[in-house]
Nanobody, 117 residues
Framework: QVQLVESGGGLVQPGGSLRLSCAVS????????MGWYRQAPGKQRELVAT????????KYAYSVKGRFTISRDNAKNTVYLQMDSLKPEDTAVYYC??????????WGQGTQVTVSS
């Protein structure tokens, strides 16, 4: 059974940084299409950053472009999200997963990111 385990969240002041990790286990498929999503209280889950085109390109949400960086380590089956210049509006639970479709897994528990002074 595939497991997605997100970690690295926490409480950080505005302008700070965090690095999230997503460990994928139990899957025979590559992580080349994985992405990061987030869900703030009372809002729908939204895409933050994802690999596209078989993993050769990256797409970012407009709100995080220039501040967040997605990367992956195929040998470790792990996807990362480096978040810099964090803002209060980045506060949310962050999740990783494949895009909608037959390769989308059950959601993990996510990792809470809180940006507050």
């Amino acid at each position: 059974q595939v497991q997605l385990v997100e970690s690295g969240g926490g409480l950080v002041q505005p302008g700070g940084s965090l690095r999230l990790s997503c460990a994928v286990s139990g899957s025979i498929f590559s992580i080349n299409a994985m992405g990061w999503y987030r869900q703030a209280p009372g809002k729908q889950r939204e895409l933050v950053a994802t690999f596209i085109s078989g993993g050769s390109s990256i797409k970012y949400a407009y709100s995080v472009k220039g501040r967040f960086t997605i990367s992956r380590d195929n040998a470790k089956n792990t996807v990362y999200l480096q978040m810099d210049s964090l803002k209060p509006e980045d506060t949310a639970v962050y999740y990783c997963n494949n895009p909608p479709g037959p390769l989308r897994f059950d959601w993990g528990q996510g990792t809470q990111v809180t940006v507050s002074s």
